[in-house]
Nanobody
Framework: QVELVESGGGLVQLGGSLTLSCTGSEATFHTYAVGWFRQAPGKDRELVASITYIGRGTDYADSVKGRFTISRDVVNNTVNLQMNSLKPEDTAVYYC???????????????WGQGTQVTVSS
């Protein structure tokens, strides 16, 4: 069982930057792959970025490629999402998830953080 806590959300203007952090409660957190998801009002939750448990492999949704960077700090049990060139359509609640890569794709397990709101104003 791993508990996840997100932080770093907030209000930012068009073109601004934010860094979200996801901290895992257990020493075994580094054995999980991690995904960052987001959910905007009235829309389904979508995967925006994921990273392997070693941290050498990353994947991004097309909508954020070149703007978002996912990374992990094994020593501090943290996975960060650096978000640059933010757009109003990035506005959503962002969630981190601990899961695994299966069949070459990130698959979420049932470990979710509480979410952090990101709002991008135009």
């Amino acid at each position: 069982q791993v508990e996840l806590v997100e932080s770093g959300g907030g209000l930012v203007q068009l073109g601004g930057s934010l860094t979200l952090s996801c901290t895992g409660s257990e020493a075994t957190f580094h054995t999980y792959a991690v995904g960052w998801f987001r959910q905007a009002p009235g829309k389904d939750r979508e995967l925006v970025a994921s990273i392997t448990y070693i941290g050498r492999g990353t994947d991004y949704a097309d909508s954020v490629k070149g703007r978002f960077t996912i990374s992990r700090d094994v020593v501090n049990n943290t996975v960060n999402l650096q978000m640059n060139s933010l757009k109003p359509e990035d506005t959503a609640v962002y969630y981190c998830n601990a899961g695994a890569y299966r069949g070459g794709r990130y698959q979420p397990d049932n470990y979710w953080g509480q979410g952090t709101q990101v709002t991008v104003s135009s």
